[in-house]
């Protein structure tokens, strides 16, 4: 079996520093073999904000754990605008990690990342063809049977919060013809701040079968609707379990559990009785 602990939207500078405590001590417990980050570090791409980011990763890898991250856009400098245009992501390469398509593979798991933050659009996101052909090279090259999963900042599909749908990223349709083609299991976002899971063809009927998994924000003080939340996948022998972890005044809590097997392609939710057996 593989773990993975789901984090997003740490927004270092609008952080709550007991959130980030509670953080670190569930990863404690729950010895995940991966920590998958999907974006936005930090508040404002602040050294300060960055070095503080970093500080928490060196916490999380001291501890055993390692760490893969995608660049969000608030981790693109927004008022500094020579900065925001010249070298946009050079805080993020010099604290938090030097590759933006990060690639780690685990015992039956490929975890894939791709930036889709970028200098010329303040909030919303876009995936480049360069980065289209990279999804399916790197795919293509892991085992048939490995659970393929995707971690971008911005969701590749148009997703639902509340009563408001998030945007999809720039270029999206090209992208969801990649997925498809690489055989892609999981899509791991952030972003909306707002913890959801849903079939890929329920979003978009000709998207394949992948499971689109949004994470809420673990730390940051901003809210949509939701607590701070984080996601815990746990992928074994086809099956995926996919935890939400929910703080609750004083801790993080399991508050929903979710049970999936892949039939034919696709990522079904198992019923309570399924799930027992």
């Given amino acids: 079996m593989a773990r993975l602990i789901h984090l997003s939207d740490l927004h270092f500078g609008a952080h ?20 998958v980050i999907s974006g936005d570090f930090t508040q404002r791409a602040r050294t300060e904000q960055f070095r503080e980011a970093c500080e928490f990763l060196e916490r999380l890898r001291d501890g055993g754990h390692e760490v893969l991250g995608v660049p969000g856009n608030h981790d693109v400098p927004l008022y500094d605008v020579l900065r925001r245009f010249l070298s946009p992501l050079t805080r993020y390469r010099r604290f938090i990690d030097d590759s933006l398509c990060p690639f780690v593979e685990l015992r039956g798991v490929a975890v894939l990342g791709i930036n889709t933050a970028r200098s010329l ?30 971690v971008t900042h911005h969701p590749l599909f148009a997703v639902p919060v509340g009563d408001e749908i998030e945007r999809a990223v720039g270029r999206n349709e090209s992208a969801l013809d990649a997925i498809e083609e690489a055989g892609v299991d999981l899509l791991l976002a952030g ?22 998994v949004q994470a809420g924000t673990a730390t940051s003080t ?52 399924e799930s027992a057996h």
């Fill in 16 to 35: 709550d520093d007991e959130l980030v405590a509670a953080v670190e001590h569930k990863v404690g417990e729950l010895k995940p073999d991966l920590v």
């Fill in 121 to 150: 659009t303040f909030k919303d996101g876009r995936i480049s063809r360069h980065q289209i052909d990279f999804i399916r090279d790197t795919f293509a090259r892991t085992p048939a049977e490995s659970v393929r999963i995707l």
């Fill in 191 to 212: 972003h909306a701040h707002h913890a959801s899971v849903h079939s890929a063809s329920d979003l978009v009927t000709r998207a394949g079968g992948a499971l689109v």
């Fill in 222 to 273: 901003r809210l949509r609707e939701q607590n701070q939340s984080f996601n815990v996948i746990d992928v074994d022998d086809g099956a995926i379990k996919l935890t939400v972890e929910c703080w609750s005044r004083d801790e993080f809590r399991a508050i929903d559990t979710k049970r999936f097997e892949n039939r034919d392609g696709t990522w079904r939710i198992l019923k309570a009785e």
